[in-house]
């Protein structure tokens, strides 16, 4: 599915490393109070879709501020070693600040990376994770076709996203806080009108359930699963690279 397909415009949707650059320094602390801290719980969940019983080589892309990475390699001592990417250097200096103070036992490092062209070489990674990322590339199809690339044979893709409730009250609920109240507390507090209003709007425009798992089995994955999480607020997809068929 195209981003035209979407109804999100490309032209904006290179320019989003940018704005997150913008709100760098807000980023950690607005995620909090704006999620009620379920993301936390959304982050350490992608820990139990990990491949099971085996060394662990990770890539999490659109890492911004490093927590995806850091949760899992904080939950998980067979992560032997994790790189995280991102196209903005603002999220990134907070993350290797974080990084810095925490002192994990893997190997971990941070480097600047597009999602859409990841600077490294075929089947380097078991695990390539993303979240809250894949909804701001320019060109969705070819980011889950390099998450493919990237990964080892029997890899596995996961991937959290925003997506929205299908019970209709619900729904009606999260979309009068997602529409009103967040755009307003983000404002305020990063004093960035534009960058809080972008993320209903991206949210509301981006594929999610059987249609993002299709496009996920477009870019070769199989086994392909999606697990809403709370209500449907967000979702975990898995996706997983077939082993390479015998000659
Ligand atoms: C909502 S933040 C998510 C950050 C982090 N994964 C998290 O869970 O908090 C989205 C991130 O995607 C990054 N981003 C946007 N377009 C990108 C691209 N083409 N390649 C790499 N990162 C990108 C932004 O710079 C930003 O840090």
């Not at 099971?52 to 892309?61: A, H, I, N, T, V």
């Not at 103070?101 to 999602?115: I, N």
Request: net charge positive; proline share 6%.
């Amino acid at each position: 599915m195209s981003d035209q397909k979407a109804g999100v415009n490309l032209q904006e949707k290179d320019r989003t490393w940018q704005m997150f650059d913008r709100i760098a320094q807000t980023y950690d602390p607005l995620n909090r109070v704006l999620s009620m801290g379920i993301d936390k719980r959304w982050r350490r969940r992608v820990a139990r879709h990990l491949p099971k019983e085996r060394p662990l080589e990770l890539l999490d892309m659109a890492t911004g501020t490093g927590d995806l990475l850091i949760t899992l390699c904080q939950a998980e001592p067979r992560i032997q070693r994790a790189l995280g990417m991102d196209l903005s250097e603002g999220m990134l200096a907070i993350g290797r600040q974080k990084l810095q103070s925490l002192q994990l036992p893997q190997p971990t490092a941070l480097e600047t990376g597009d999602a859409t062209q990841v600077p490294v070489k075929d089947g380097s990674f078991d695990v390539v994770t993303i979240a809250f990322g894949i909804r701001n590339v320019s060109d969705v199809s070819a980011s889950l076709r390099e998450m493919y690339r990237v990964l080892r044979p029997n890899g596995r893709a996961i991937i959290l996203e925003f997506s929205l409730p299908r019970l209709r009250v619900m729904r009606s609920l999260y979309l009068l806080y997602f529409r009103r109240i967040l755009p307003f507390i983000g404002a305020l507090v990063s004093g960035d009108r534009y960058a809080y209003s972008y993320l209903n709007q991206s949210v509301e425009a981006f594929p999610y359930g059987e249609a993002f798992c299709q496009m996920m089995r477009e870019a070769g994955f199989t086994q392909v699963e999606a697990h809403p999480l709370t209500f449907g607020i967000a979702t975990l997809y898995q996706g997983d690279k077939p082993n390479a068929h015998p000659a």
